[in-house]
């Protein structure tokens, strides 16, 4: 099987590190210490700027887990939706006929799941097969793409996506000074990326033209 696209998607909201501290701190209340240990974290993540989901000054207004999460659906969905389609897009691969869709996510929750939600969205394959895969973190891209590569690898004449969205920013936790949660809030941002796989019966051509990489 063949990488025959890559696309990512991000919103429209980027802020230097800097702005995210300050902002962090105003709305978290953080005191002197907490300050002085979060703007440590900040400084040493290595990240110059990022994009948040939302604008920074609208955090404080989301608040609990329905509200984030709400936002999290609406979000993943507009995103998810704008990364797949460029990469079926540049793998030249109409929308009704990807034949199998995974998805990773770890950073909110959605029943109907986000890939069940872009069928309609995108003109899908009504008989698309689905699967949303939940819980692996950091490691999410690597396994979701070691099974697609088992789909198309099955099935060769296949075209294969995954599809990746993490809103990190919707889970940071104002009420939460911990260590773990100070970090976090220093390392990531928000988006959505998409690869779209072909098998061997496909003969795709690779990202932008060029000739296609085999994986594993």
Known sequence: ?????????????????EEILLELGRQWGATAAVMSRLEAFHQRAGVRARHLA????????????????????RLATDLGAEALQRALAEAEVLPER????????????????????????????????RTPIFGLGCVAGAAG???AADYA???????VALLAVELCSLTWQPDDLSIPNLIASSLFGDGAAAVVLAGEGRGARGPRGVASRSVF
């Open 1 to 17: 099987m063949r990488i025959a696209s890559v696309s990512s998607a991000f919103p429209t909201n980027y802020y230097r590190q």
């Open 54 to 73: 939302l604008p920074k000054e609208e955090y404080q207004n989301v608040q609990g887990f329905t509200a984030r999460n709400r936002e999290y659906v």
């Open 98 to 129: 990807l034949d199998a869709l995974f998805f990773v996510s770890v950073t909110g929750m959605a029943t109907p799941s986000i890939d069940a939600r872009l069928v309609n969205r995108l003109g899908l394959n009504p008989a698309i097969r």
């Open 145 to 147: 793409l070691a099974r």
């Open 153 to 159: 690898r099955a099935y060769p004449e296949a075209n």
